[in-house]
C-alpha cells in the first residue's frame, strides 16, 4: 500500500523558518509530480508547490515565491518544503501529493492531478 507520510511541522513564530519532509513508502517519489497543498481553518484546501517529475520544473503560488523552496532528496525517497519568513497567514495543515502529470511550465496545481495524498501535518505560525 503506497503511504505518503508528512512530517517536520509545528509552531514556530512570525518571520522563522520551518522544513516539512515527503516521505513514500512503496513509491518512488522521484518519478513522480509531488505537490505541496495547505488548508486552513475555515478554507479550502489549496496549492501551495510543485517539483515536476519531468525536468524538474518548480511551481509555487504566489504568496509564497521568493519565500519557499521545494526539492527533491531522492535518496531519502523524500520531497521537502522549505519555509522562510513565514507569516500567520501561512497557518494551516500541510499535505503532499504524488501523480504522475507533468506540465511544460511546471504549472500542476489542481488535486485532481494528483493520486496520491499523505495525511497533514500542522503549521501554526504565531504573530
Known amino acids: 500500500q503506497v503511504q505518503l507520510v508528512e512530517s517536520g511541522g509545528g509552531l514556530v513564530q512570525t518571520g522563522d523558518s520551518l522544513s516539512l519532509f515527503c516521505a513514500a513508502s512503496?513509491?518512488?517519489?522521484?518519478?513522480?509530480?509531488v505537490g505541496w497543498f495547505r488548508q486552513a481553518p475555515g478554507k479550502e484546501r489549496s496549492f501551495v508547490a510543485t517539483?515536476?517529475?519531468?525536468?524538474?520544473?518548480?511551481y509555487y503560488v504566489d504568496s509564497v515565491k521568493g519565500r519557499f523552496t521545494i526539492s527533491r532528496d531522492n535518496a531519502k525517497n523524500s520531497v521537502n518544503l522549505l519555509m522562510t519568513d513565514l507569516k500567520p497567514e501561512d497557518t494551516a495543515v500541510y499535505y503532499c501529493?504524488?501523480?504522475?502529470?507533468?506540465?511544460?511550465?511546471?504549472?500542476?496545481?489542481?488535486?485532481?492531478?494528483?493520486?496520491?495524498w499523505g495525511q497533514g501535518t500542522q503549521v501554526t505560525v504565531s504573530s
Open positions: 512503496r513509491l518512488t517519489l522521484g518519478r513522480y509530480t
Open positions: 517539483i515536476n517529475w519531468r525536468g524538474g520544473m518548480t
Open positions: 501529493a504524488a501523480g504522475d502529470s507533468s506540465a511544460s511550465d511546471g504549472r500542476v496545481t489542481s488535486e485532481a492531478a494528483y493520486e496520491y
